[in-house]
């Protein structure tokens, strides 16, 4: 699941930094990534990967 999350934050950034939009300093197209980065080692790392049920 959160490496859904990383590919569209990565995507969003790509769109922001291509169109060359100006947004404020907390939006910018280098955070976006590092969010989707964030998004991705948690992926690799296990977290998120997938629901199981404890029995």
């Known amino acids: 699941m959160l490496g859904?999350?990383?590919a569209v934050l990565f995507f969003v950034s790509f769109l922001i930094n291509a169109s060359?939009?100006?947004t404020n300093h907390?939006?910018?197209s280098t955070?976006?990534?590092l969010?989707?980065?964030m998004?991705?080692?948690l992926h690799v790392a296990g977290i998120g990967a997938g629901?199981?049920?404890r029995r």
């Open 4 to 6: 859904i999350v990383a």
């Open 39 to 41: 998004a991705l080692a």
């Open 31 to 33: 955070n976006v990534m």
């Open 20 to 22: 060359d939009l100006s």
């Open 51 to 53: 629901w199981s049920r």
């Open 26 to 28: 907390v939006f910018s």
């Open 35 to 37: 969010l989707g980065l």
